[in-house]
């Protein structure tokens, strides 16, 4: 069974770009999570999808959004970069709800210059 | 706001050696808690997961422990080989989310020596 798929797997943005960050889950899996880990603030929520539909958000700013498609399939999206959001970020999968053992892609390294 | 500390930070340890990473959390109210390990610039392996009212979980050479009450988490490593060299991370995941929404603690980096 293939794993969760980040695409692509590196990027680099200047600051006020946009920029759409893919993610596939494992076949089945209709629920999917995305974080954010810098050095400085380590592993963040950023916010989980179920079928469709945003689930729960963490606490960052508007300018990063995502949406889930039909197939499980996800994106997210960050407007107008700043330099803090260099950082890696990582799509997880599981099966339905929360609070089940999360599967990791190995994650997009945005660098924002 | 739930806060996650992991004791600590670095740990060097020769082959063979058994030893414990601690992970502790402000809130009781937790719906469960995973340890994960993530390899340099990778992403994170899920190794055990411990419900809430669970008291411990094992998997070949791992042991997890949960004391819920008192906001702390135990991962005991047996006979350490240098392939368990990684990044050993502690999630809890809240009630408030029924579990969606995991706050990560910083890691302990884990050497083995050969």
């Known amino acids: 069974k293939a794993g969760v798929t980040q695409t692509p797997r590196y990027l680099i943005k200047t600051r006020g770009q946009q920029v759409t960050l893919s993610c596939s889950p494992i076949s089945g899996h209709r629920s999917v999570s995305w974080y954010q880990q810098t050095p400085g603030q380590g592993l963040q929520f950023l916010f989980e999808y179920f079928s469709e539909t945003q689930r729960n958000k963490g606490n960052f700013p508007g300018r990063f959004s995502g949406r889930q498609f039909s197939n499980s399939r996800s994106e997210m999206n960050v407007s107008t970069l700043e330099l803090g959001d260099s950082a890696l970020y990582l799509c997880a999968s599981s099966l339905e709800r929360g609070g089940e053992k999360l599967f990791f892609g190995s994650g997009t390294q945005l660098s924002v210059l | 706001k739930q806060e996650v500390t992991q004791i600590p930070a670095a740990l060097s340890v020769p082959e063979g050696e058994n030893l414990v990473l601690n992970c502790s959390f402000t809130d009781s109210a937790i719906y469960n808690l995973q340890w994960f390990r993530q390899d340099p610039g990778k992403g994170l392996t899920s190794l055990l997961l411990?419900?809430?009212?669970?008291r411990e979980q094992t998997s070949g050479r791992l042991n997890a422990s949960l004391d819920k009450s008192s906001g702390r988490s135990t991962l005991y490593i047996a006979a350490s080989q240098p392939g368990d060299s990684a990044t050993y991370l502690c999630?809890?995941?809240?009630?408030?989310?029924?579990?969606?929404?995991?706050?990560f603690g910083e890691g302990t980096q884990l050497t083995v020596n050969p």
């Open positions: 411990i419900q809430s009212s669970q």
């Open positions: 999630a809890v995941s809240d009630m408030e989310t029924s579990g969606s929404r995991l706050t």
